[in-house]
């Protein structure tokens, strides 16, 4: 192990058998969800907390396979696989052995429950933070709101006070040895939480604001559950940016028509290019590439390349929403900006707008296009030009923490090469 690595250790349990989700096969923490097992979301997140150094992972013996497979591309040599035990507890006690075998025998631990894939990374902050401020022991709740209610084997209901309750979450942070102390002093026992054996002791665990939407899946409903959440909270929202510009001229034959945004406007100039010289279309594409960092519309489509002559721009619009989609992504707004002193933009804005919405498949109410003048300066105010600028906004699938410092890695090496 290295021995400049953070102290913070992280011990993921993962040996249950999930006999309330109800899959023998194939235990909750292996389900797929949203293309990832659900033990590696936790996984990742950990990876992507920068504190955090050796990632110890109790699993059942018979799931090494399984689990390693779940760990597929991860370089990682600060990962350790551990045999589990028939409780919970009895698998954080083995989980905190090996990780007290290390070389590097870590200062904290956080221990962590595989089946809550929706941790995020700012709850993992906050109970880091908590150990580094000196507490032995730092566990996520949350105040109960729901009205409790209690039924006894009679069926015999009450309602119990909620006064001072709360539920508590995973991860639990802790000073090792404490917790390492605690967890050999009271094998026998079998407690939900690791915190619990700090009470036992007479000692209380620091709370810190647990996080809403970290739940643990149980029952098999909670995979879509846990699918709205990350999908809603980990959603990589991107805005792309394009700007175009193209010469007016007289037209050059029957068929040339100044087009912009999809339409012809009647005008006694045309944009002269290599295709439909659509200034406002080309726009639009240059900023849908830019989500997806695809280059730019003549890297597409060249304008040297004869099967781009006077063709219909919709197309190279509809192409690059087709890259985009093909990646998941999804438009949510577009704003088109047409910079002119004429033609006069406003009389044909709304069927500019329904041009577009039907080319992208999108509601109307997503879709602006304004205009503006350059008060007669520069090539624009001269009516030598028309320019445009859009920006888009799109929806990208979530992206897992670890995929965003596997990014930084990249760019960090091609910098370096660059250099
Ligand atoms: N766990 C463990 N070893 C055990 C039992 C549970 O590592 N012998 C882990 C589970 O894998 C889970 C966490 O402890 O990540 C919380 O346990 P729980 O949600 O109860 O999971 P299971 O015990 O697997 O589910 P069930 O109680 O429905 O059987
Ligand atoms: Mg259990």
Redesign the pocket.
Known sequence: MDNNKPTIAAL???????????DAQM???YAPLLGRPV?RWSVDALRAQGDVGVIGI???PEHRATCEAALAGIENANILIID?????????RL?LDALAAVAARPAHVLI?????PCVSAALLHAVCDALRAGHTAAIPALPVTDTVKKRDEDGAVTTQSRDGLFTVQ?PQGFAFDAIHTLHRQFESESL?DDAALLERTGQNPHFVTGQRDNI???WPDDIALAESILSSTRADIRTGKGYDVHRLVPPQHDLHKLMIGGIIIPHDKALEGHSDADVGLHAITDALLGTICDGDIGMHFSPKDARWKGADSGMFLQHAAALLAAQGGVITHIDLTVICEMPKIGPHRDAMRARIAELLHLPLRRVSVKATTTEGLGFTGRGEGIAAEAVVTVRLPFETPADMSAHSTEINTATRKAI
């Open positions: 993921v349990v993962a040996a249950g058998s999930g006999t309330r989700f109800g235990p909750k923490q033990l109790v699993i059942q589990g035990g028939a409780t919970r507890q009895q698998s954080v989980g962590h429950d595989a089946a809550r995973t939900t643990k899946i149980t």
